[in-house]
């Protein structure tokens, strides 16, 4: 055994919780401002409305007495949902081990997969934000510890309430007939169902028509987003795997072949369990929305471990020098996740955040069309009180010509707030972006010209240096962008 085996093998949970609270934790100071959905968390959490979030009520309920907590100290929302999703995360990585371990691996094994599952991208950036993401992973970890611990109706009355923390949990209900067939012990899934449906059910019925059918409830999100083809899912998964676990995919071939043959319940469950998160993934068509594969990351992450252990027990031509190669690799795929996921997110946000006061002294009153993410951070950073960031000083950009004609009509200025994915490689390559789908797309623009709703007729390629820019659009009836206006920030 070598010596990096016999460090792995000593490592427990409290270990990996402690190294990865330091390194969420490390990331989150200076405080990452509020990305994304974070935003219009912050700041329906502050002024205690939930009427719009509604399908998360289980994590503003989670999240309140920390607020208050923070409220003592004057502390900042953004601040203390991001501290709170960096111990969510770091806790979710530490439980992983014992659970890996109820699953019949050793202990190297287990806490390989745990470095392996909490330096991917995904994972290690959803820890440096206050989104529901990091919560909902440690819910369900927790769930699934505790169902193979035969703990079957805590695991259920959880599992319950992780559903009201986000619908994107339902997809890792498959898990639990799995264990239960593995245990041999249906009563326990029984109870498992019961208990869940129970606390589901009672939690959620005092709020059902805005769950299910509110603004933002589970129909009409399921309605607002069109079905990908299955060739565009399996695309995505495959970005995802390479996204997330670099290096190391090369493994997971191997960790799925020795799974099948020495830990069937592991490959079985595998299956399963991505099967689950590849229906919710055919139907969430964004690229952003990479966090529905979250949860498989568990199973991904365990089977690479299986795959790279499995070599050196074999004595694998290539991991004969183990003792040097698996420390390198742990090393050099970390920091690939940091480098090519996390700080290009991360600067994205911040450079947003430095642009938004120079464009609200530009805009003044006028109006800022964005897509909701980039919508959501304007008016938290430029409105902080504001009871509806929905209805504030902005208005989601339009996709339709029709659109874009009744918002310029009468001289109207608006100003678009344009994102383009310049710091992040992979998505360069693969998205076009707000602008590339609105204005840089030439077949695009003259469809628009042809219908009477000219956006620009100038090259805006070159107008448009940075990623975050804006432009005063004319009324449609004038046919031309009368000027680019740029903030300091953005020169």
């Given at each position: 055994m070598t010596k990096t085996i016999k460090i792995l093998s000593s490592v427990d949970h409290t270990h990996l919780g402690i190294l990865f609270s330091v390194l969420y934790l490390t990331f989150v100071f200076p405080a990452m401002p509020a990305v994304g959905d974070a935003a219009d968390y912050a700041a329906s959490i502050r002024q205690g409305d939930y009427s719009i979030r509604t399908v998360h009520i289980g994590y503003n309920i989670l999240v309140s007495p920390f607020m208050m907590l923070g409220s003592w100290f004057s502390a900042k929302t953004t601040t203390i949902l991001n501290l709170l999703a960096a111990v969510c995360m770091a806790g979710a990585v530490a439980i992983l081990h014992p659970l890996y371990l109820l699953l019949g691996c050793s202990r190297s094994i287990s806490a390989l997969a745990c470095i392996l599952f909490g330096t991917s991208g995904l994972i290690w950036y959803h820890a440096e934000f206050g989104e529901v993401q990091a919560m909902l992973v440690l819910l369900i970890v927790i769930c699934l510890y505790l169902a193979l611990r035969g703990k079957a109706t805590w695991s259920g009355c959880l599992f319950g309430f992780t559903l009201l923390v986000s619908q994107a949990a339902a997809p890792s209900a498959i898990c639990f007939p799995m264990i239960a067939l593995w245990r041999r012990s249906w009563g326990e899934f029984v109870k498992f169902a019961a208990s869940s449906a129970l606390v589901f059910v009672v939690g959620v019925a005092p709020i059902a028509q805005d769950y299910f059918w509110g603004p933002r409830g589970v129909i009409l999100s399921m309605e607002y987003y069109p079905a990908r083809s299955v060739l565009v899912m399996v695309t995505y998964f495959l970005y995802r795997l390479v996204e997330n676990h670099t290096i190391w995919v090369a493994w997971l071939g191997?960790?799925?072949?020795?799974?099948?043959?020495?830990?069937?319940?592991?490959?079985?469950?595998?299956?399963?369990?991505?099967?689950?998160?590849?229906?919710?993934?055919?139907?969430?068509?964004?690229i952003e929305y990479g966090f529905a594969w979250m949860p498989f990351l568990i199973v991904s992450s365990l089977m690479i471990a299986i795959g790279v252990l499995w070599a050196?027990?074999?004595?694998?031509?290539?991991?004969?020098?183990?003792?040097?190669?698996?420390?390198?690799?742990?090393?050099?795929?970390?920091v690939l996740s940091c480098v090519l996921y996390v700080l290009p997110k991360r600067s994205d946000a911040i450079k947003l955040?430095?642009?938004?006061?120079?464009?609200?002294?530009?805009?003044?009153?006028?109006?800022?069309?964005?897509?909701?993410?980039?919508?959501?951070?304007?008016?938290?950073?430029?409105?902080?009180?504001?009871?509806?960031?929905?209805?504030?000083?902005?208005?989601?950009?339009?996709?339709?010509?029709?659109?874009?004609?009744?918002?310029?009509?009468?001289?109207?200025?608006?100003?678009?707030?344009?994102?383009?994915?310049?710091?992040?490689?992979?998505?360069?390559?693969?998205?076009?972006?707000?602008?590339?789908?609105?204005?840089?797309?030439?077949?695009?623009?003259?469809?628009?010209?042809?219908?009477?709703?000219?956006i620009s007729e100038i090259d805006v390629r070159e107008s448009l240096p940075r990623e975050f820019c804006f432009l005063t659009a004319a009324s449609w009836e004038q046919g031309r962008l009368l000027e680019v206006v740029r903030s300091e920030s953005c020169r």
């Open positions: 191997m960790g799925t072949v020795v799974s099948y043959k020495n830990l069937p319940h592991i490959f079985w469950g595998g299956v399963v369990s991505w099967s689950a998160h590849a229906w919710l993934n055919l139907r969430l068509s964004h050196h027990d074999h004595k694998s031509v290539v991991m004969k020098s183990m003792g040097i190669v698996l420390p390198i690799c742990i090393a050099l795929s970390t955040k430095q642009v938004v006061q120079d464009v609200k002294a530009i805009v003044r009153a006028d109006t800022v069309l964005a897509t909701p993410h980039i919508g959501f951070v304007y008016v938290y950073e430029t409105e902080p009180e504001v009871a509806d960031v929905w209805n504030a000083s902005w208005q989601p950009l339009p996709n339709e010509v029709n659109s874009w004609q009744e918002l310029m009509q009468g001289g109207r200025r608006v100003f678009v707030l344009l994102y383009r994915h310049h710091t992040h490689l992979f998505r360069r390559m693969i998205v076009d972006g707000v602008i590339g789908q609105f204005l840089l797309n030439d077949k695009k623009r003259e469809q628009y010209r042809d219908e009477g709703a000219v």
